[in-house]
């Protein structure tokens, strides 16, 4: 039976795993947990088990091993499986908790598996009653769990020197040095098509954006390219594919604000300690919104939200999200003081 009784940090564990596979928000929300476990357990050898795509957000951190696992079919798992019972860990921390994590955790046969729900495969879990927290606080529960305490929610920024030259460089070739950038993401998850504010009033944003004397840069990844080239052919620059995560984070020091749908750079923007706006419609912000921006969140209350649908019901026409409006938003920054040195110089908001 799974005890809810916190074990003590230390106890002899000198080989640590931690699971934490994805997705990219979870994963930024993660970062202070890595760094508490990292901090409770300095004379043990901690191994981050992750996908490939998010070792770069953690490949600074001091004593961490990380392991990437590309969840490709039955085989890489299997091979994954018999390497987790060759590895004789001591403690498991897994902060995924998905049906594939329980599995892992359990085939290392660990004395002290900690995880976030009821089951065989821990032998600590947090009390019943998390699944109205948010994300940040489902992780730290499972680190109360297992006898650590919980995290600050303060981001841990261990960069490398290159990252801060790269988007140094960029500012350089693009004569963006010394200009109010403001980040703007319009993307999300193809998966997650009713996440996404509409294109047409990311538009007319980033037009009254450019006309307060605001620079816009559009962020994205591949599958966004089609997108942003639409999107910046009328205002901004475009920056598809540009920049890697830690180099995101980077670029967004050196911007005013940035505005995102609920989507991984929005919590990459939240690292860099600048405001960042996001939209909220079919998904509850009370449970996904990034760390210490649940003040700028970006909805409209309508009965159906939230929904967690991919794609709305055309019998309800997006309201959540196309009830907001470029001018609300712009009325919202312009409240926040965010407008007032760009329209000073630009002559006023059109």
Known sequence: MTRHTPVPPSGGADNILIIKLGALGDIVLFLPQLARILEAHSGARVTLLTAPEYAGLVAAFPRLQVVCFRRRGLREMLRLLVWLSRRSFDLVYD???????????????????????????????????????????????????????SAAPVFPLPWFAATATAVTA??????LQGKRLVLLHAGSSRRWLSKRWEESAFRELATRLTACGLTVVWTGADADRDLNRRLSSVAGIDATGRFDYPELVALARHATFALANDSGPMHLFSM??????????????????????????LSHPVSCSPCYLPVCPPQHGHACLREITPAMVIERLDADGLLNAATSEAGGVK
């Open 95 to 149: 902060l995924q908790g998905s049906r594939r994590s329980r599995i892992m955790t359990l085939f290392t046969l660990a004395p002290r598996r900690v995880g976030r729900r009821a089951g065989v495969a821990y032998t600590h879990t947090p009390p019943p009653g998390e699944a109205a927290l948010h994300a940040f606080d489902r992780f730290n529960a499972v680190l109360v769990a297992g006898g650590l305490g």
């Open 170 to 175: 960029w500012l350089q070739e693009n004569n």
């Open 272 to 297: 860099a300690g600048l405001p960042v706006y996001a939209f909220f419609g079919p998904t509850d912000w009370r449970r996904s919104h990034a760390l210490g921006q649940e003040s700028r969140v």
